[in-house]
T-cell receptor, first 114, second 112 residues
């Protein structure tokens, strides 16, 4: 069974630009969660989508948004990029949701904002 | 008080030693506990998953949960250089509206 895939793996943007990251979950998984990981803050939860609906949301500004498609693939978008948005962005998929069963992580997208 | 506390390390131990990694937590409602391993420039990989207090063993890895003390541990026996990674503890409640809480991770170096 293929694992969680994320594209692109690396991205360099400049301040003020916007970016879209993509995540394909494990086949059959309906929940996709997004995290931001930085050395100082660790793993911080952004949001979770389940069957195309946002189920949970972390404490991030509205510049961070996401969506999920009918095939469970998910995208997250960051608008008006700031230097502090440089991080590893991870998505994780699970069958029924992060609160109900185990999550499997993708390799991440490393975003650098210049 | 943070919900989950984990010493960031780095922790350096010689090859073959027993490694002990720990997390403390404040929310007594947590029902399940996990340990993830993350190699540099990779996503976290689930190592251990346990619901109850006590020990759970899987090969060289043993997860220990003490709910009365709100303390969890991961032991690695016969440590290998390939065990060098960051280890994250995580925990949650069995509730669809809840999110999993992660520790910040402990960096582990196994010295050959």
């Amino acid at each position: 069974k293929a694992g969680v895939t994320q594209t692109p793996r690396y991205l360099i943007k400049t301040r003020g630009q916007q970016v879209t990251l993509s995540c394909s979950p494990i086949s059959g998984h309906r929940s996709v969660s997004w995290y931001q990981q930085t050395p100082g803050q660790g793993l911080q939860f952004l949001f979770e989508y389940f069957s195309e609906t946002q189920r949970n949301k972390g404490n991030f500004p509205g510049r961070f948004s996401g969506r999920q498609f009918s095939n469970s693939r998910s995208e997250m978008n960051v608008s008006t990029l700031e230097l502090g948005d440089s991080a590893l962005y991870l998505c994780a998929s699970s069958l029924e949701g992060q609160g109900l069963d185990t999550q499997y992580f993708g390799p991440g997208t490393r975003l650098t904002v210049l | 008080q943070k919900e989950v506390e984990q010493d960031p390390g780095p922790l350096s131990v010689p090859e073959g030693a027993i490694v002990s990694l720990n997390c403390t937590y404040s929310n007594s409602a947590f029902q399940y506990f996990m340990w993830y391993r993350q190699y540099s420039r990779k996503g976290p990989e689930l190592l251990m998953y346990t619901y109850s207090s006590g020990n759970k063993e899987d090969g060289r890895f043993t997860a220990q949960v003490d709910k009365s003390s709100k303390y969890i541990s991961l032991f690695i026996r016969d440590s290998q250089p390939s065990d060098s990674a960051t280890y994250l503890c995580a925990m949650g409640r069995m509730n669809r509206d809840d999110k999993i809480i992660f520790g910040k991770g402990t960096r582990l170096h196994i010295l050959p």
